[in-house]
């Protein structure tokens, strides 16, 4: 956490007044992003995302699974994110000295236990869709290799190495390069067993499929710093927000999720407002992203 | 002249303002009936009361539908777990089912800390956190039965049981969900229909201000569907969501005006 001088303050809350923030860029504008992805060999697939100061590291792991009982068309998948005490002392008690601040934000309910659950949930909650399944960023479907029987179950890790604000949408940008990135086995299917044996399974060792994801959303975070609000906030902008909103957007220019942080409210117009202003950044955010993802894949199949 | 003023109050009821508002489900949407027969903007039948708990400072009993949902406030007292010092106050929510709330079996009357901190992001932007320093505000909820939107009514009962603990706040909070199931969008779904939404939505504002203070959308949703639902709540609040809500309050500020008016009698 950042603590910051009232004279900083001032200037923080000035600078994006005019539209001049701390490190030169305009409230809409992004940090620079960095995206590397095939980073962990023991996954299926796995991405590197850094955003200014901020480093994640997603990873998607798949094994073969039963589907649940109420939804046996559909595989699953479970969202799991780790802050690394290394990231910042309030996430852990790795360090000596920090265990005193992090005993204090861990009793104020902010230590990385908690923040790493409200960032799993808010992911969650971006990706998976409605109960129905409708609105979905990962097809659930897709996932399935015998109905009722076998299908595959997704686990997705994201990893705070460095956080400098913003960790929900790198955490995105992150999992959706992931998934990209994810090759699972073909799977053959033994033909007809009784009805409550387990079929046999073949997994090949050399054909692999990708997944499409173009339709996994991405989620832009609106901070509100005093009247204006500002996108890709840094730490320091964070600890000056009154409320920030997360809005996961998908290609198709529909919202996917939303959800709010911090204390003060909002009315409804500004949070209107937000929501056309988020669908018009992740527009040029999402390009961009993807001619990123692209890139990797391609520097990765050459080495 | 006191007297004169109860006798008059006994019988009160909620002034119904005329207010028009435009639909906000068309006919062609209107082709199926809800599980329990209501219509798709319309609440549940609510029961709201103040005071259920003799022990807390605070507290109510919220019941919408099949929901039941008692909220308890302690405080403001002395924070247990504070190390240092705070200008401000604290909030401290939890929200735990009984075993008996949902009928799946296995689930150990366990807290929800999904709901726990969605509370408290609720009710941080509600309470004059100032007014109370070095403090903490407990609130405890307990779901009785769940019968699907919990979350809401936990947050509107919160709301009120905050209010009867006499704890400063900017408005009174109200909050309700809306489900979106093929092209129909229902107030205040039903576990059945929860079950099954595509998308929903869960807002939480303060009517008189007209300010959201939590809001999460999940599914898909398109942009002119969600312009549709936030202005309609807004609008739709202050009529079937709150109209109970208000009475409460109603009469918890007619019980503190005639406590002031016991108190100048007193005085005189």
């Given at each position: 956490m950042v603590a910051c001088s009232?004279?900083?303050?001032?200037?923080?809350?000035?600078?994006?007044?005019?539209?001049?923030?701390?490190?030169?860029?305009?409230?809409?504008?992004?940090?620079?992003?960095?995206?590397?992805?095939?980073?962990?060999?023991?996954?299926?697939?796995?991405?590197?995302?850094?955003?200014?100061?901020?480093?994640?590291?997603?990873?998607?792991k798949a094994e073969i699974g039963r589907p649940s009982s109420l939804q046996p068309d559909k595989g699953k998948i479970a969202v799991f994110i780790d802050c690394s005490p290394t990231a910042e002392p309030t996430f852990g008690v790795s360090f000596y000295l920090a265990l005193v601040t992090c005993v204090l934000w861990f009793l104020l309910g902010r230590g990385g236990e908690e923040l790493s659950s409200e960032l799993a949930l808010a992911l969650q909650k971006c990706l998976l869709g409605g109960k129905s399944g409708a609105g979905v960023g990962i097809n659930l479907s897709s996932r399935l290799i015998k109905e009722g029987r076998v299908c595959w179950d997704l686990y997705i890790d994201g990893l705070v190495i460095s956080s400098d604000g913003n960790l929900l949408d790198a955490l995105s940008a992150a999992i959706k390069a992931a998934l990209t990135n994810t090759a699972l086995p073909k799977v053959q299917v033994s033909a007809e067993v009784a009805d409550d044996e387990q079929p046999e399974i073949d997994i090949s060792d050399e054909e692999y499929q990708q997944f499409d994801t173009s339709s996994v959303p991405i989620i832009v975070t609106l901070t509100k710093v005093g009247a204006h609000y500002i996108d890709d906030a840094t730490e320091e902008?964070?600890?000056?927000?009154?409320?920030?909103?997360?809005?996961?957007?998908?290609?198709?220019?529909?919202?996917?999720?939303?959800?709010?942080?911090?204390?003060?409210?909002?009315?409804?117009?500004?949070?209107?407002?937000?929501?056309?202003?988020?669908?018009?950044?992740?527009e040029t955010l999402m390009n961009k992203l993807d001619s990123k993802i692209s890139a990797a894949e391609a520097c990765e199949d050459e080495s | 002249m006191a007297a004169k003023q109860g006798a008059a109050t006994t019988t009160y009821s909620p002034k119904i303002i005329a207010r028009?508002?435009?639909?906000?489900?068309?006919?062609?949407?209107?082709?199926?009936?809800?599980?329990?027969?209501?219509?798709?903007?319309?609440?549940?039948?609510?029961?709201?009361?103040?005071?259920?708990?003799?022990?807390?400072?605070?507290?109510?009993?919220?019941?919408?539908?099949?929901?039941?949902?008692?909220?308890?406030?302690?405080?403001?007292?002395?924070?247990?777990?504070?190390?240092?010092?705070?200008?401000?106050?604290?909030?401290?929510?939890?929200?735990?089912?009984?075993?008996?709330?949902?009928?799946?079996?296995?689930?150990?009357?366990?807290?929800?800390k999904e709901y726990s901190s969605m509370l408290h992001k609720a009710l941080e932007g509600v309470i004059m956190m100032e007014t109370f320093p070095k403090t903490t505000v407990d609130v405890f909820a307990l779901v009785l039965e769940s019968g699907g939107s919990d979350l809401p009514v936990v947050i509107s009962c919160?709301?009120?049981?905050?209010?009867?603990?006499?704890?400063?706040?900017?408005?009174?909070?109200?909050?309700?969900?809306?489900?979106?199931?093929?092209?129909?969008?229902?107030?205040?779904?039903?576990?059945?229909?929860?079950?099954?939404?595509?998308?929903?939505?869960?807002?939480?504002?303060?009517?008189?201000?007209?300010?959201?203070?939590?809001?999460?959308?999940?599914?898909?949703?398109?942009?002119?569907?969600?312009?549709?639902?936030?202005?309609?709540?807004?609008?739709?609040?202050?009529?079937?969501?709150?109209?109970?809500?208000?009475?409460?309050?109603?009469?918890?500020?007619?019980?503190?005006?005639?406590?002031?008016?016991?108190?100048?009698?007193?005085?005189?």
């Open positions: 009232v004279g900083e303050q001032h200037f923080l809350k000035g600078g994006i007044a005019q539209e001049l923030r701390t490190d030169g860029r305009k409230n809409l504008t992004y940090r620079h992003t960095y995206v590397e992805t095939g980073v962990i060999p023991q996954a299926n697939g796995s991405a590197r995302v850094r955003i200014g100061g901020t480093d994640m590291i997603a990873s998607v902008e964070e600890s000056q927000m009154s409320s920030a909103v997360s809005i996961s957007v998908n290609r198709a220019g529909h919202i996917c999720g939303l959800t709010k942080r911090g204390g003060s409210g909002l009315d409804q117009s500004v949070i209107l407002d937000m929501i056309s202003v988020a669908k018009h950044v992740s | 028009t508002r435009p639909p906000i489900f068309k006919n062609s949407d209107l082709d199926w009936t809800r599980p329990d027969g209501r219509g798709f903007h319309q609440c549940r039948p609510a029961l709201l009361q103040t005071g259920a708990v003799s022990s807390a400072s605070g507290s109510a009993y919220a019941e919408f539908g099949n929901t039941k949902v008692i909220v308890s406030v302690f405080g403001p007292r002395e924070s247990k777990k504070a190390i240092t010092y705070s200008d401000v106050g604290r909030l401290n929510c939890n929200v735990s089912y009984t075993t008996f709330a949902s009928p799946a079996l296995g689930s150990q009357g366990t807290d929800h919160a709301g009120l049981a905050l209010a009867d603990a006499g704890i400063m706040m900017y408005d009174l909070i109200t909050a309700v969900s809306v489900s979106c199931i093929g092209k129909s969008l229902m107030i205040d779904p039903v576990t059945e229909e929860e079950g099954c939404e595509d998308g929903s939505f869960m807002m939480t504002c303060m009517p008189s201000r007209s300010e959201i203070t939590q809001l999460t959308i999940t599914g898909e949703w398109t942009t002119p569907n969600i312009n549709e639902v936030c202005l309609s709540i807004i609008l739709l609040s202050p009529f079937s969501c709150c109209s109970g809500l208000e009475t409460v309050v109603f009469l918890f500020s007619l019980l503190m005006l005639s406590l002031c008016l016991k108190h100048m009698i007193l005085i005189n």
